[in-house]
């Protein structure tokens, strides 16, 4: 089996390059890596992103401390952030390089920055928690009120791991999260209406490709108001409310967390017909989930390692009229194309969407209809 990086390392990949030439390098690789796996469909030309630099709305630095102080080891603007994000590290790393600020700067793991290209929110991940870290960390959320460039909102998240990582699994300890100021929930504007979701759940980093990918799943899903949607790993509902207003129903699944918390409130605020159940999305899961009067479209987004054994067969069993499967993964495509085979449906479709320039990834909406179907 050829691996994505291993087609993007033969194409002629550099995460330098000029972003047209850097299409047509994705382009050839996906191909190859379809045509060596033998998955056997015409591709869609890939689409390209409206921002090949500056798009990322979250990043994150790592904090280092040496015998020469703290540093985030980024000295110059990357070439996938919003310079707005470099300014804000700066003037963090410049804070935290002064003496008073000791305490804190030994304490962080990491410092991330969420948000959209207008506003943005600052969250300090740190091991651990006393008063002359909450200080400092006070201290800190008021200079950066105070910025030219605007910070919406400032977090505190606690993890003795170093590892950042954002809703799933989340401590259930009430101070592992610490508000310094400014919401606790960020907002993604869509054609017409906002969706709020928490500040430590998923939401896609390139928010300028967003548009593209509702418009290429909506096209899959061909909804309309005899049809329910399904989506699984549904979020803060991006997919349910991006492109559900076309069906007769949606139903949103999410592990536990804030993100499906977010979505029913935005149920109830756009007035839509969907509900949002939590739960762990496994077989016996999708066994439970209630048959629809008519036709069924399910929508899976799940994370890059892909769905959990049995997921698949179990959506199948189901008869979907259709199912739209999102891969930020590109690497789980062939196994869930197997899987998908067994289950008696096939790729009719396939639209690889250049979500992240200049780096070696690339989300992939793939559409499967049955096999025998009339």
């Known amino acids: 089996m050829m691996h994505f990086a291993d087609a993007l390392e033969v194409s002629g990949f550099n995460d330098r390059m000029d972003y047209l ?30 921002l090949s630099e500056g798009y990322r709305t979250t990043t994150k630095r790592r904090a280092r401390v040496t015998h020469t102080g703290f540093s985030f080891g980024v000295d110059e603007p990357l070439l996938t952030e919003p310079m707005e994000h470099h300014i804000i590290y700066s003037f963090i790393e410049q804070k935290l390089r002064s003496v008073p600020y000791r305490p804190l700067s030994e ?3 990491w410092v991330v920055i969420r948000g959209s290209y207008t506003n943005r929110v600052v969250i300090f991940n740190v091991r ?10 006070k201290q800190m959320a008021e200079h950066l009120q105070k910025i030219e460039t605007s910070v919406s909102a400032a977090h505190v998240y606690v ?8 809703e799933m699994e989340r401590p259930a300890d009430s101070l592992s999260f610490k508000q310094l100021f400014g919401p606790k929930e960020l907002s993604l504007r869509l054609d ?3 969706l709020k979701y ?23 899903a061909q909804l309309d108001s005899a049809t329910r949607l399904i989506d699984l790993y549904c979020g803060y509902g991006l997919f349910s409310f991006g492109i559900g207003d076309k069906a007769s129903e ?36 999708i066994e439970k989930l209630p048959k629809a009067n008519g036709d069924e479209v399910i929508l899976l987004d799940p994370p890059r390692k892909g769905t959990l054994p049995g997921v698949i067969a179990a959506v199948a069993k189901r008869h979907p009229k259709r199912v739209v499967h999102i891969f930020c993964g590109t690497d789980e495509i062939p196994r869930s194309v197997e899987e998908w085979r067994k289950g008696g449906y096939e790729m009719k479709r396939v639209q690889p969407l250049d979500m992240f320039p200049h780096v070696r990834h690339m989300e992939t909406l793939i559409l499967f209809e049955p096999r025998n179907r009339v």
Request: glycine share 6%.
């Open 21 to 50: 030439e850097e299409l047509q390098v994705k382009n050839r690789a996906i191909e190859l890596f379809f045509s060596d796996n033998r998955l056997g469909v015409k591709l869609m030309p890939v689409i390209p992103s409206p």
């Open 192 to 194: 017409g209406f906002s």
């Open 107 to 109: 304490a962080l793991n």
């Open 128 to 137: 651990e928690l006393n008063g002359s870290i909450v200080r400092k960390l």
């Open 198 to 220: 928490p500040v430590t759940g998923f939401s896609q980093i390139n928010e300028s490709q967003v548009p593209n990918m509702l418009s290429a799943a909506s096209d899959m």
């Open 250 to 285: 949606v139903m949103g699944v999410e592990w536990t967390g804030e993100s499906i918390d977010c979505a029913k409130r935005s149920a109830s605020y756009l007035k839509r017909n969907a509900s949002f159940t939590a739960g762990r999305i496994d077989s016996k899961f």
């Open 159 to 166: 993890a003795k791991s170093s590892d950042y990582y954002l």
